[in-house]
């Protein structure tokens, strides 16, 4: 069974920076999948962060791309976030999840980590 | 890229049918052509409930089902029961990029 757990800090404070570790169990991330982040604020949708593959390839979206960085650890199957000069603007439940590369659905997902932000 | 549109409630009274709405520019419709359908409910992380505009992964009941048409994707929920109550969202995929489009989200109420 394909497992992936977040894990990180759960509070900062403005202008640090946010890093995040997914740990996949289960499935190799060598393997042929994409490997995302989607964030939701308290209360409020989703919002897609970005996707890396294997190769280091990384997939950002546009509005957080220049404070987005994210990497693959192969040796311990795990990839990671980090998300630089946060406001409380990014106070969110951060999961990471594992999309399929020909359909882009998202099949398996963790249990979410909450991050807050204060000022 | 800006975020698709989805009602943000519905609701249908048990045994009923609901639709969802996903909505799409048309250069969402050219580029981001491959839709994705979740189901969360409160304190959980979302779940596949429909892939490649119109497949349900194994599992999920047979009353979700999808469709689309020129800049709109749905998703339909057939024989509504109270566990379908929660949220629901669209992804639109662009294997070009590859990246992803979301809907806001809809909440679904089970009357």
């Known amino acids: 069974q394909v497992q992936l757990q977040e894990a990180g800090p759960g509070l900062l404070k403005s202008s640090e920076t946010l890093s995040l570790t997914c740990t996949v169990s289960g499935y190799s991330i060598s393997s042929g999948y994409y490997w995302g982040w989607i964030r939701q604020p308290p209360g409020k949708g989703l919002e897609w962060i970005g996707t890396?593959?294997?190769?280091?390839?990384?997939y950002y979206n546009p509005s957080l791309e220049s404070r987005v960085t994210m990497s693959v650890d192969t040796s311990i199957n795990q990839f990671s976030l980090k998300l630089t000069s946060v406001t409380a603007a990014d106070t969110a439940v951060y999961y990471c999840?594992?999309?399929?590369?020909?359909?882009?659905?998202?099949?398996?997902w963790g249990q979410g980590i909450l991050v807050s932000v204060s000022s | 890229q800006s975020a698709l549109t989805q009602p943000a409630s519905v609701s249908g009274s048990p045994g009923q049918s609901i639709t969802v709405s996903c909505t799409g520019t048309s250069s969402d419709v050219e580029n981001y052509n491959l839709v994705s359908w979740y189901q969360q409910y409160p304190g959980e992380p979302p779940k596949l409930v429909i892939y490649e505009d119109n497949k349900r992964p194994s599992g999920v009941s047979k009353r979700f089902s999808g469709s689309k048409s020129g800049n709109t994707a749905s998703l339909t929920i057939s024989g509504l029961q109270a566990e379908d109550e929660a949220h629901y969202y669209c992804f639109a995929y662009a294997r070009s990029g590859p990246d992803w489009v979301l809907g806001g989200g809809t909440k679904l109420t089970v009357l």
């Open positions: 999840a594992r999309a399929i590369i020909l359909s882009g659905a998202h099949d398996y």
């Open positions: 890396v593959y294997h190769d280091w390839s990384t």
